[in-house]
């Protein structure tokens, strides 16, 4: 990823126009470049082990962990100590990447020292995440996950005058050079996308039904050109995000609606692939499972897996639906955005943190049944809707027009809970989907929500009394003229929404 230091950047996709033995050289260079990662991360994990034995670091851990938060001049110098460790100990961005190039040496004719240290960066940025940031574990990166390759240098190079990517081996008598005929770019903004400076190229693989398929990824300088076919609106925007719904509030409508509705059909078709595969898996594997069905554990040996075709077949659609559903998702969301700028240029969320509502529940609970409930939580649905994303996507937008996405406090505001008629907070459960105010006007609570946060004020920990007043029927209006479509609709709805 480029520094924050570096400025704005934009990314444009074409797709390679590749032959069969060009995607048998690119696939081996995957391979080798997943191999590399692997084996820089366990040299790298060792080393720190190493180091975290030694008596003066382990001291140095405990100091942290037993120094309060509060004393702040005591924990900036125990990290500083931290911090001069990891560099005694050689455990930083330049030595990583001198050690991957000893690892590149073995596939020089393939891979560039270019390549090997854009990809030893991507190693420390993981590190550097796990030692100073909120990571919790290094991962190695499993067989196939890897899905793109980017270097900045001479490695990789686009010629516009023939329009093709060359992707050239290491220094070395039998370097193998790549090159590849790239889709040209057809629309007006492809085109002016192309005219700003590359900062940096990354080949990019997708599986598409049975085979990958590659792209050419440009990191280019500045913000993205703007599409003149999405008008911006003018007014405040209220939206109040669920795990699974959106609720919207402006002077120009309101709107509730089911996140990425169109993933629906393609998510139950790839559990009844996993449900598959996971048969024939057991037939394969007898002997890898106990009575019960649960996967054996044995300490000190690791389990052998046997796949069928039949499995590697099942498994290809699986991934498939899942790219599928990935790029359904992600047009969706931007779809959304562009009707949300529609609506209005100054636009007010709620902050909230989605990683928070994966985790499962602490408490073991039991029902009146006497059965345990169950821990999860909304982890599948952040999966299968991606909030989170719609917001980075959202902000993204709005910032490639110099403009800023207002995050209301959460815990200030209360959303969910204020009445503006009677200026006083109720707590509600979860099951509860209506809003009854002091008037007696009874309604959807997340669009009452998504109202409520159109008018916030400029400190955004409360509703600016005067705009909710001043709103109100204008909102009431448009309120009951969505519930009647919601009604309307020849569909079944989320309980979330309730409406009979």
């Known amino acids: 990823m480029a520094k924050k230091s570096e400025g704005p950047c934009c990314v444009l996709t074409l797709p390679l126009l590749t032959?069969?033995?060009?995607?048998?050289?690119?696939?081996?260079?995957?391979?080798?470049?997943?191999?590399?990662?692997?084996?820089?991360?366990?040299?790298?994990?060792?080393k720190l082990h190493r180091l975290e034995q030694t008596p003066e670091y382990r001291e140095c851990i405990l100091k942290i962990k037993n120094t309060p938060k509060e004393a702040k001049k005591e924990r900036d110098a125990l990290y500083k100590q931290r911090k001069q460790f990891l560099k005694?100990?050689?455990?930083?961005?330049?030595?990583?990447?001198?050690?991957?190039?000893i690892m590149q040496k073995h596939f020089v004719e393939h891979i560039g020292t270019h390549v090997a240290q854009r990809m030893a960066k991507d190693v420390w940025n993981a590190f550097e995440k796990f030692l100073f940031d909120n990571g919790k574990q290094v991962h190695f990166k499993r067989r196939g996950t890897l899905h793109s390759v980017a270097t900045q240098n001479a490695s990789m190079l686009y010629k516009a005058k023939d329009n093709s990517f060359i992707w050239n081996g290491g220094d070395c008598e039998n370097s193998i050079s790549l090159k590849i005929?790239?889709?040209?770019?057809?629309?007006?903004?492809?085109?002016?996308?192309?005219?700003?400076?590359?900062?940096?190229?990354?080949?990019?693989?997708?599986?598409?039904?049975?085979?990958?398929?590659?792209?050419?990824?440009?990191?280019?300088?500045?913000?993205?050109?703007?599409?003149?076919?999405?008008?911006?609106?003018?007014?405040?925007?209220?939206?109040?995000?669920?795990?699974?719904?959106?609720?919207?509030?402006?002077?120009?409508?309101v709107h509730l609606y089911e996140l990425c509705d169109r993933v629906n059909p393609y998510h139950k078709k790839i559990k009844y692939l996993q449900q598959k595969m996971d048969a024939s898996r057991r037939k394969t594997n007898p002997d890898n499972f106990n009575e019960d069905g649960t996967i054996k554990r044995v300490r000190g040996k690791k389990l052998t897996w046997q796949y069928s075709n039949h499995y590697k077949r099942l498994a290809g659609k699986k991934r498939h639906l899942e790219r599928k559903n990935a790029d359904i998702?992600?047009?969706?969301?931007?779809?959304?955005?562009?009707e949300i700028l529609n609506m209005g240029d100054e636009i007010y969320i709620e902050e909230m943190n989605y990683k928070a509502l994966q985790k499962r529940a602490k408490e073991t609970?039991?029902?009146?049944?006497?059965?345990?409930?169950?821990?999860?939580?909304?982890?599948?649905?952040?999966?299968?809707?991606?909030?989170?994303?719609?917001?980075?996507?959202?902000?993204?937008?709005?910032?490639n027009r110099n403009l800023t996405l207002h995050k209301v406090d959460t815990w200030e505001y209360k959303a969910s809970q204020y009445d503006h008629l009677s200026q006083k907070y109720q707590k509600k459960k979860l099951s509860q989907r209506t809003t009854t105010l002091e008037s007696?006007?009874?309604?959807?609570?997340?669009?009452?929500?998504?109202?409520?946060?159109?008018?916030?004020?400029?400190?955004?920990?409360?509703?600016?009394?005067?705009?909710?007043?001043?709103?109100?029927?204008r909102f009431k209006l448009l309120h009951d003229m969505e519930i009647d479509r919601l009604r309307q609709e020849n569909k079944t709805h989320l309980s979330s929404f309730g409406v009979a």
């Open 181 to 253: 005929k790239v889709s040209s770019p057809k629309t007006d903004y492809e085109k002016e996308m192309l005219t700003k400076p590359c900062k940096y190229l990354r080949v990019i693989r997708k599986w598409v039904k049975t085979r990958y398929k590659y792209y050419l990824q440009f990191t280019l300088a500045g913000t993205s050109v703007v599409k003149k076919k999405h008008p911006i609106g003018h007014g405040r925007v209220g939206i109040d995000l669920g795990t699974q719904s959106i609720a919207i509030a402006s002077d120009r409508g």
């Open 329 to 338: 998702r992600r047009q969706q969301h931007y779809e959304l955005v562009n």
């Open 365 to 399: 609970t039991v029902n009146k049944k006497g059965r345990y409930n169950r821990k999860k939580r909304f982890g599948k649905s952040l999966a299968n809707k991606a909030p989170a994303t719609f917001c980075l996507l959202l902000e993204s937008k709005l910032k």
């Open 88 to 101: 005694d100990g050689k455990f930083n961005v330049n030595k990583f990447r001198k050690d991957v190039i």
């Open 440 to 473: 007696g006007d009874i309604l959807q609570r997340d669009l009452y929500s998504a109202f409520l946060l159109m008018n916030a004020d400029a400190t955004l920990k409360k509703a600016d009394q005067q705009l909710c007043e001043q709103n109100y029927e």
């Open 19 to 46: 032959e069969p033995w060009q995607e048998h050289i690119l696939e081996k260079r995957f391979k080798i470049v997943e191999h590399m990662y692997n084996s820089l991360v366990s040299y790298e994990l060792k």
